[in-house]
């Protein structure tokens, strides 16, 4: 006979299989395929041919020419750059967050009302939502540009509509600012918002014996309490950075103009379906993988020294 504790332990298992198997088929196997593919050269036509690791170092290597070193993929180098630059808007993106929770988190009548409606757009549909901004920069009757237009007749000065989406200058502050109005009132805000709710009430009962204004109370109570939420926020805001860009890109620019919006997620899928270059759209992945992983790390042994954690 089986003992109880040996009963339970088989019942666990057999209720973490399912989700077991799913990691196993679902994850853990493509996870290994794709490193596997990345040392071969395979456009689905013929034959995969082991090139072992020539696929990542003519992703990472460099080559002198004329006294100077060029890289041997400059594409890659290039949406690299792209990615990076677009990732420069997640600090406002937080803060924006921040401050919209700070306000949903008020006892006002309606307050459920407006916080589905900032966040609507996060359950929006993707494409639908690239279609409308693609509508609002386009540079013959876009909205935006055709206000700057009444603007300045009203003004009585000239203004000439904006190129947003075919200019190198504006194509990726275009991207980084419709980005900034999805996210401001999406899962970060919400997060907040629970964070904020989370804060003890005595805390603030203290602070405001100590003669505290509501500016004080926010740097001593609110942010030192809600930063293990802003840590988290901030790590998967990274991670969703380097591994994000390609509807955007796909529905609105097509990675142009001049490859100024191709990020290395686009870049992995015209690798992939546009130039049949399998093994080396594995590489890219796994760089990114591996680079991801280095960010998380290093993120997770020197930042979580800045996060507080309220003992009850």
């Not at 009757?141 to 700057?148: D, I, R, V």
């Not at 194509?171 to 904020?196: D, E, H, Q, T």
């Not at 802003?230 to 490859?259: H, K, L």
Request: charged share 10%; proline share 4%; with cysteine.
């Amino acid at each position: 006979m089986l003992r109880s504790s040996t009963k339970e332990a088989a019942a666990g298992y057999l209720f973490l299989l399912p989700n077991l198997l799913g990691f196993l088929v679902f994850t853990l196997v493509p996870v290994a395929l794709s490193l596997s593919l990345s040392l071969v050269n395979w456009d689905m036509l013929s034959a995969p041919k082991f090139v072992g690791l020539a696929n990542f170092v003519n992703l990472l290597g460099f080559h002198s020419e004329r006294g100077s070193f060029i890289p041997n993929d400059p594409l890659f180098w290039k949406c690299v750059g792209n990615t990076l630059f677009l990732m420069i808007v997640i600090p406002v993106e937080m803060m924006v967050a921040l401050l919209l929770a700070l306000a949903m988190n008020q006892k006002i009548k309606g307050i459920k009302l407006f916080r589905t409606l900032y966040f609507l757009p996060t359950i929006t549909n993707g494409v639908a939502i690239c279609l409308l901004w693609a509508w609002l920069y386009n540079y013959d009757f876009g909205l935006l540009n055709n206000l700057m237009v009444k603007l300045g007749g009203f003004l009585n000065v000239s203004f000439k509509g904006i190129p947003w989406l075919t200019s190198t200058t504006w194509s990726k502050p275009s991207l980084m600012i419709m980005g900034l109005w999805i996210a401001m009132g999406g899962y970060n805000m919400i997060l907040f918002v629970a964070a904020l709710q989370g804060v003890p009430r005595e805390l603030y009962e203290a602070a405001e014996i100590d003669g505290a204004d509501p500016w004080h109370k926010f740097w001593s109570v609110t942010w030192p309490m809600i930063s293990p939420t802003t840590f988290f926020i901030a790590i998967m805001a990274v991670i969703g950075g380097f591994q994000g860009g390609f509807m955007q890109a796909y529905v609105m620019t097509g990675g142009g103009p001049q490859r100024s919006t191709t990020t290395l997620e686009y870049l992995i899928y015209n690798h992939l379906y546009s130039w049949q270059h399998v093994g080396y759209a594995a590489a890219i992945a796994w760089f990114v993988f591996v680079f991801v992983l280095i960010i998380t790390l290093f993120n997770w042994r020197f930042g979580g020294r800045l996060v507080q954690y309220y003992h009850y």
